[in-house]
């Protein structure tokens, strides 16, 4: 080698680059769009969060949580405990996710990114931050998410793998924000996380189970213990988007990481993102908008509906319609069943969460409805896709006559978004029998005028439950289970 040649530096990561930005994001570059779409988010999610608690698998969440997390400055939503940040993330992620009632991005993937949000929620209570810092936070989540839904062709979800793998690459740069770590701790936090959090898609293939809406808490958990342990000097692997046997090695085949960065703040993802009008898989909204328009359109009534074809993504045949679908038995399955969630837009012609009891489930009436429901792949509406969440539903009266409707995307999304009097009424659904009237009032108006509180501590206070329960364990009090446990953190 002549003294003339030199050696190149090293190509900057793309995790370097994202880091960097991340680090240095600030309340004041925000739009005013992205500020109000972040309260309109968190609203939304903590609606979900507050139905959340009530549920059975955050209960059992809870009891677990209850014996080995610790004491610390996060606040758990409705018990008002106050845990460790990484065990705060993981029951408040639970509640919010666990009724598939948050919001939705698909674009190659499918994603919930308001899954992030108990990690920006943790970490700035534990930094002593208040609701812009806050603010920065969720809107990062989303930014980050979203573009990591794009990057992939096919996405990640069509090889075979969850999309909990790409939160956990998103979740550590949003805590890494929250405790204000610099961008090289951020770049390690990344490291940490997104090496050894991949997630199988088998939890959202066939029967499903409580795993279903677990895997992402689980991910946005990951990515704050990564941020705690890169804050003290634990580093991870930098290469782990772009390099050897990183995420586009190991995933292939095409990757757009462009997409990760590029245009960075002159625009905002969270401005394009959903919400959900109904607790159900995402691709089961359009089909669900369509029937309940029909059967209210034209007065249908159950027994006089001969058959209802679905035509939509083969992927909505292959995992929504899957013969397990057809017979559910736990609401995850349901809420994740075309033909349930078809079958009671048909009989009770709504579809929310009363329609996910057991009792709903296992209903006579509803059941012999799922037959009748019919899904078919049709290769048009996958040319159309992601842009256009396309789907045809044709009734078929007993008579002979016929109700066809195309919809081109439901409820909810950002070209038909819900109202601010939905998303309150959405949630006041949700609180009811954990907060009083004037308890959601409170934080109604704290979360709306969140970028005015110089304490988060004092807005997730208003969290807590102020609805005395028949018995402690559904305040999310455990039970002792042995002398030998200690003194769980919640009684």
Same mark, same amino acid.
């Given at each position: 080698?002549?003294?003339?040649?030199?050696?190149?530096?090293?190509?900057?990561?793309?995790?370097?680059?994202?880091?960097?930005?991340?680090?240095?994001?600030?309340?004041?570059?925000?739009?005013?769009?992205?500020?109000?779409?972040?309260?309109?988010?968190?609203?939304?999610?903590?609606?979900?969060?507050?139905?959340?608690?009530?549920?059975?698998?955050?209960?059992?969440?809870?009891?677990?949580?209850?014996?080995?997390?610790?004491?610390?400055?996060?606040?758990?939503?409705?018990?008002?405990?106050?845990?460790?940040?990484?065990?705060?993330?993981?029951?408040?992620?639970?509640?919010?996710?666990?009724?598939?009632?948050?919001?939705?991005?698909?674009?190659?993937?499918?994603?919930?990114?308001?899954?992030?949000?108990?990690?920006?929620?943790?970490?700035?209570?534990?930094?002593?931050?208040?609701?812009?810092?806050?603010?920065?936070?969720?809107?990062?989540?989303?930014?980050?998410?979203?573009?990591?839904?794009?990057?992939?062709?096919?996405?990640?979800?069509?090889?075979?793998?969850?999309?909990?793998?790409?939160?956990?690459?998103?979740?550590?740069?949003?805590?890494?924000?929250?405790?204000?770590?610099?961008?090289?701790?951020?770049?390690?936090?990344?490291?940490?996380?997104?090496?050894?959090?991949?997630?199988?898609?088998?939890?959202?293939?066939?029967?499903?189970?409580?795993?279903?809406?677990?895997?992402?808490?689980?991910?946005?958990?990951?990515?704050?213990?990564?941020?705690?342990?890169?804050?003290?000097?634990?580093?991870?692997?930098?290469?782990?988007?772009?390099?050897?046997?990183?995420?586009?090695?190991?995933?292939?085949?095409?990757?757009?990481?462009?997409?990760?960065?590029?245009?960075?703040?002159?625009?905002?993802?969270?401005?394009?993102?959903?919400?959900?009008?109904?607790?159900?898989?995402?691709?089961?909204?359009?089909?669900?908008?369509?029937?309940?328009?029909?059967?209210?359109?034209?007065?249908?009534?159950?027994?006089?509906?001969?058959?209802?074809?679905?035509?939509?993504?083969?992927?909505?045949?292959?995992?929504?319609? +899957?013969?397990? %679908?057809? *017979? @559910?038995?736990?609401?995850? !399955?349901?809420?994740?069943?075309?033909?349930?969630?078809? #079958?009671? =837009?048909?009989?009770?012609?709504?579809?929310?969460?009363?329609?996910?009891?057991?009792?709903?489930?296992?209903?006579?009436?509803?059941?012999?409805?799922?037959?009748?429901?019919?899904?078919?792949?049709?290769?048009?509406?996958?040319?159309?896709?992601?842009?256009?969440?396309?789907?045809?539903?044709?009734?078929?009266?007993?008579?002979?006559?016929?109700?066809?409707?195309?919809? +081109?995307?439901? %409820?909810? *999304? @950002?070209?038909?978004?819900? !109202?601010?009097?939905?998303?309150?009424?959405?949630?006041? #659904?949700? =609180?009811?029998?954990?907060?009083?009237?004037?308890?959601?009032?409170?934080?109604?108006?704290?979360?709306?005028?969140?970028?005015?509180?110089?304490?988060?501590?004092?807005?997730?206070?208003?969290?807590?439950?102020?609805?005395?329960?028949?018995?402690?364990?559904?305040?999310?009090?455990?039970?002792?289970?042995?002398?030998?446990?200690?003194?769980?953190?919640?009684?």
């Amino acid at each position: 080698m002549s003294a003339q040649t030199s050696i190149a530096a090293p190509k900057e990561t793309v995790t370097a680059r994202m880091s960097r930005w991340a680090a240095g994001l600030q309340y004041t570059d925000l739009s005013q769009d992205a500020i109000y779409q972040a309260k309109r988010f968190l609203l939304d999610s903590i609606g979900c969060a507050l139905g959340g608690y009530q549920q059975r698998d955050v209960k059992i969440a809870l009891e677990v949580l209850g014996e080995v997390a610790g004491r610390g400055p996060a606040t758990v939503i409705g018990t008002g405990a106050r845990i460790d940040s990484v065990s705060a993330t993981l029951a408040n992620a639970l509640m919010i996710r666990c009724m598939d009632y948050n919001d939705i991005y698909w674009k190659q993937d499918p994603s919930h990114p308001s899954d992030i949000f108990p990690a920006a929620l943790a970490c700035c209570e534990r930094a002593g931050s208040g609701g812009r810092e806050l603010i920065v936070g969720l809107v990062l989540g989303h930014e980050f998410e979203m573009r990591f839904c794009e990057a992939a062709f096919p996405g990640i979800r069509e090889r075979g793998w969850h999309h909990a793998t790409l939160t956990a690459f998103v979740s550590p740069i949003v805590a890494g924000r929250a405790l204000h770590l610099s961008p090289e701790q951020i770049q390690h936090a990344i490291g940490i996380s997104a090496s050894h959090h991949c997630t199988l898609g088998a939890v959202t293939a066939g029967k499903l189970t409580m795993m279903k809406n677990t895997v992402d808490p689980m991910a946005t958990q990951s990515g704050v213990l990564a941020a705690l342990l890169a804050e003290r000097g634990y580093s991870g692997p930098e290469h782990v988007v772009d390099g050897k046997e990183g995420l586009t090695h190991v995933f292939g085949p095409e990757w757009k990481l462009n997409l990760l960065t590029d245009g960075l703040g002159e625009s905002w993802r969270i401005t394009q993102c959903g919400m959900k009008a109904f607790p159900t898989e995402a691709l089961t909204h359009a089909p669900i908008s369509a029937v309940l328009d029909l059967v209210r359109t034209n007065d249908l009534h159950p027994e006089e509906v001969k058959k209802i074809q679905i035509r939509s993504l083969a992927r909505a045949a292959d995992i929504l319609s +899957d013969p397990s %679908k057809y *017979d @559910p038995h736990t609401r995850e !399955t349901a809420d994740h069943s075309l033909p349930y969630v078809i #079958a009671a =837009a048909l009989v009770e012609r709504q579809v929310t969460p009363a329609q996910f009891t057991m009792e709903k489930i296992l209903d006579a009436n509803i059941r012999a409805q799922l037959k009748k429901v019919e899904v078919v792949s049709d290769p048009d509406i996958e040319k159309v896709f992601p842009a256009l969440q396309r789907v045809i539903v044709k009734i078929t009266a007993t008579d002979g006559r016929t109700f066809t409707k195309q919809l +081109d995307f439901p %409820k909810g *999304d @950002p070209r038909n978004p819900l !109202t601010g009097q939905e998303i309150e009424e959405k949630f006041a #659904a949700l =609180a009811e029998g954990v907060l009083s009237t004037g308890a959601q009032k409170k934080l109604k108006e704290a979360i709306w005028n969140l970028e005015n509180s110089d304490s988060l501590r004092k807005v997730m206070a208003l969290m807590k439950s102020d609805i005395q329960k028949k018995h402690a364990r559904s305040e999310g009090r455990p039970r002792r289970i042995s002398k030998k446990h200690p003194k769980p953190v919640f009684a």
